[in-house]
C-alpha cells in the first residue's frame, strides 16, 4: 500500500522523535525508503518537509542530518507557538470574526467530527486531520490581520516540533491516536466557541493549551478500558 507524503513525513518525524535516527546522524533516501517500505520520492519530499520543520539539515550538496536538539528545545518552542497563536486567538476574538472567517472554521469543526464519527482511524484518515488541522490554524492566525504575529509563528515554525502541523501520530497505535485527535478536535470546539462569544482570555488559554497536545497527552490518553493508566 503506497503512503501519501503527509504519512512518510510522520513516520519519519515519529522514528526521529524515538531516536531511531540519533541527532547528528546522517540519513539517506534509499535506506529509509526500504525502511518505510516506499519510493525514495516521497522520501525526499519528507525530508524537505523536515528541513523546513528543523529537524534535518543540509549535509552536503545532496544529504541530510538530523538536527541536534533537547527536549527542553522542543518544549520551550512548543510554548512560544502557544503564545503567539494564542495572542492571535484572543485579538481574533476581541475584534470579532468575520463571516468568511466564521464558516472556515465551522467547516473545518465538522470536517473533524465527519473523520471522528466512525469511532476509529483508518491511515489515510491522519494525512486528512493533518489537512483540517492546518487550515484551522493557518485561518486563526491570518484572519487577525497580523503580519508581526504571523511572521513570528512562521520563524518559530522551522524549531522541531513547533510547528502546528507536526503533532507525531503513531500509525501503529491508531486506537491511542484516536484518543489524541478526539481530544484535539474538542479543543478545536471549545476554542471556536470562545471565538464565537467574543471571549478573549478564554481563547487565549485554550490556545495555549492546545499547542502541547502532541507532547503532554500521549501518557494521559494511553489509557485501559477503566480509564487507569497503565503500570
Given amino acids: ?32 525508503a526500504e525502511q518505510l517500505g516506499v519510493s525514495r520520492t516521497p522520501i525526499r519530499l519528507a525530508f524537505r518537509t523536515l528541513e ?15 538536527r541536534e536538539f533537547t527536549e527542553t528545545d522542543v518544549l520551550c518552542a512548543l510554548e512560544v507557538r502557544g503564545v503567539l497563536e494564542g495572542l492571535a486567538a484572543r485579538r ?23 473523520l471522528l464519527t466512525k469511532g476509529y482511524l483508518d491511515r489515510d484518515d491522519v ?9 484551522f490554524h493557518t485561518t486563526i492566525i491570518e484572519s487577525t490581520g497580523s503580519l508581526v504575529i504571523a511572521d513570528a509563528i512562521g520563524r518559530n515554525n522551522h524549531l522541531p516540533f513547533a510547528s502546528a502541523d ?13 484518543r489524541k485527535l478526539y481530544f484535539a478536535q474538542m479543543q478545536h470546539r471549545t476554542v471556536f466557541q470562545a471565538l464565537r462569544l467574543g471571549e478573549g482570555a478564554r481563547a487565549e488559554m485554550l ?18 478500558p477503566a480509564g487507569t493508566l497503565p503500570s
Avoid at 52 to 66: D, I, P, S
Avoid at 95 to 114: K, N, V, W
Fill in 52 to 66: 523546513q520543520e528543523g529537524l534535518l539539515q543540509r549535509a552536503g550538496k545532496r544529504g541530510y542530518r538530523v
Fill in 1 to 32: 500500500m503506497s503512503k501519501s507524503n503527509t504519512s512518510v513525513a510522520a513516520s519519519l518525524r515519529k522514528l526521529i522523535s524515538e531516536g531511531r535516527y540519533p541527532p547528528g546522524e546522517r540519513i539517506a533516501e534509499l535506506h529509509v
Fill in 92 to 114: 481574533l476574538a476581541e475584534q470579532g470574526m468575520t463571516e468568511e472567517t466564521d464558516t472556515r472554521l465551522a467547516q473545518c469543526i465538522e470536517d473533524g467530527r465527519e
Fill in 166 to 178: 507536526s503533532i507525531i501520530l503513531d500509525t501503529e497505535a491508531l486506537d491511542r491516536e484516536y
Fill in 127 to 135: 494525512t486528512r486531520w493533518s489537512e483540517i488541522n492546518e487550515v
Fill in 207 to 224: 490556545m495555549r493549551e492546545h499547542a502541547y497536545i502532541g507532547m503532554r497527552y500521549g501518557e494521559l490518553l494511553d489509557l485501559d
